[in-house]
């Protein structure tokens, strides 16, 4: 049985590299990307790591080192994210068999068959160097036999300069000696409360819990647990995703950038993100059965008045057309608002999803040559998203327009310099 090798590709400090990108006389300057509503520091550059930002910092905590570093801040630009990611995916498809996109900046690439041709290190710079030269965006890569290996494999890259960013744990005595001096808590899908309870059995390191008695493991914490320790001795047990799995549920939701008070303000919001989760939910060739609406105030501004409700259908038919989710979206949030409160977010979210054929006719449709999918609304959805994908004008439903209250807050957002003709950078 031939032995699997995986690599993980993961760019570094993605949202502040892809802002760096497209500004040269930030190349050295300490930079930090803002969560939504620029509240707090989502990325950071190594510059900010240098000066001791903290991962999740509310902004205003760090205005003074702002002031005293020269600290380049960022909104969250999605957009410009979304694209560049699709940009390296793209770029390791072509180096690669099989790839897994783990996240919007890692990728698992399957070198099983490849071990045998190449020099793994080798291979791990000319992928590094390859996406570098197309896209412009650092990479390390952690090379292993299996996932959870090939993630502490990455966490050397990324640690230690000296490796120059790849790092080959193909050899049993080379991963021993790394997971004794990494810490048990940056072990892939140990979490903090599970490493909090580890240590105080004195499992501290990647190497004690690689060498602890799997029945222990499984009895006193999970079969997960136990798999994860497996996979630290070598021995795969996480399969390769050759399709995502589809997905159980869809949500948009999103905090409003100043707080709102009117109902025609939410309506706005709300119809606004039932189009988008309708988008996400045909984009994945999904129906939905059931659909659920949620408002609320900030929870934590405890001097104001709160409020926080939800409430939820299921359609007689599943459907993926935005004006008929729109619509129940908004019949459900007028049943939920109260007067006199300022909401702070909304949400929608779709379950109960199934694919095409899953789908079954109205229980009451007398005909019999009745077909459960609506084929007139999903070629005038089909249209509805060809266009907003391809051009320029964007077609939405009508009560999505208007002031904007509940749009989020993003004073310091760059262009979207990869997917909008207007704002591409120009040279005077």
Not at 44 to 56: F, N, Q, T
Not at 60 to 78: A, P
């Given at each position: ?6 690599a993980?590709?993961?760019c ?27 509240g ?39 957009t ?6 699709r940009r ?24 099983t068959?490849?071990?045998?041709l ?10 590094r ?13 952690g ?36 997971m004794?001096?990494v ?54 047990c ?81 459907t ?11 019949t ?45 609304s999903e ?50």
């Amino acid at each position: 049985m031939k032995s699997s090798v995986y690599a993980l590709v993961d760019c570094n400090n993605f949202y502040a590299s892809c802002e760096k990108l497209f500004r040269p006389d930030l190349r050295h300057v300490p930079v930090v990307v803002l969560s939504n509503n620029d509240g707090c520091v989502v990325a950071r550059s190594k510059e900010a790591k240098a000066l001791g930002i903290k991962m999740g910092v509310p902004v205003h905590h760090i205005k003074n080192d702002i002031r005293r570093y020269g600290i380049q801040v960022f909104s969250s630009n999605y957009t410009l994210y979304g694209d560049m990611s699709r940009r390296v995916m793209t770029t390791l498809d072509t180096l690669a068999p099989r790839v897994d996109v783990y996240s919007i900046d890692e990728a698992f690439l399957d070198l099983t068959d490849m071990g045998r041709l190449v020099e793994l290190e080798a291979y791990g710079r000319q992928v590094r160097e390859t996406v570098h030269h197309n896209i412009g965006l650092p990479v390390c890569v952690g090379i292993a036999p299996t996932r959870t290996l090939a993630k502490l494999a990455n966490y050397a890259a990324k640690k230690y300069p000296a490796t120059g960013g790849v790092v080959d744990l193909t050899d049993p005595a080379r991963q021993r000696r790394l997971m004794a001096r990494v810490p048990v808590d940056e072990v892939w899908g140990v979490g903090r409360k599970l490493s909090s309870k580890l240590q105080g059995m004195g499992i501290d390191t990647a190497l004690k819990l690689a060498d602890t008695d799997l029945a222990t493991l499984r009895e006193r914490f999970s079969v997960v647990l136990e798999r994860t320790a497996r996979e630290l001795n070598g021995i795969a047990c996480l399969p390769w995703e050759e399709v995502p799995a589809p997905k159980k549920q869809i949500m948009c939701s999103r905090s409003f950038g100043q707080p709102i008070r009117a109902l025609s303000d939410l309506e706005e919001a709300v119809a606004h993100y039932a189009s988008r989760v309708a988008e996400k939910l045909r984009a994945g060739e999904q129906y939905a059965g059931e659909l659920m609406v949620f408002i609320r105030t900030n929870p934590f501004k405890a001097d104001a008045p709160q409020y926080s409700r939800s409430a939820s259908i299921r359609f007689i038919q599943a459907t993926q057309d935005s004006r008929t989710i729109a619509k129940e979206a908004l019949t459900l949030l007028r049943t939920l608002y109260q007067e006199g409160f300022d909401y702070a977010k909304a949400g929608v979210m779709l379950g109960d999803l199934v694919d095409g054929s899953g789908l079954q006719s109205d229980l009451f449709e007398v005909s019999e040559s009745a077909n459960p999918r609506d084929e007139r609304s999903e070629r005038l959805m089909a249209v509805m998203d060809s266009i907003n994908r391809e051009s320029r004008a964007t077609l939405c439903m009508a009560r999505e327009t208007g002031a904007g209250a509940y749009a989020m807050r993003r004073e310091h957002l760059s262009p979207a310099y990869t997917t909008d003709w207007s704002q591409l950078p120009s040279v005077d």
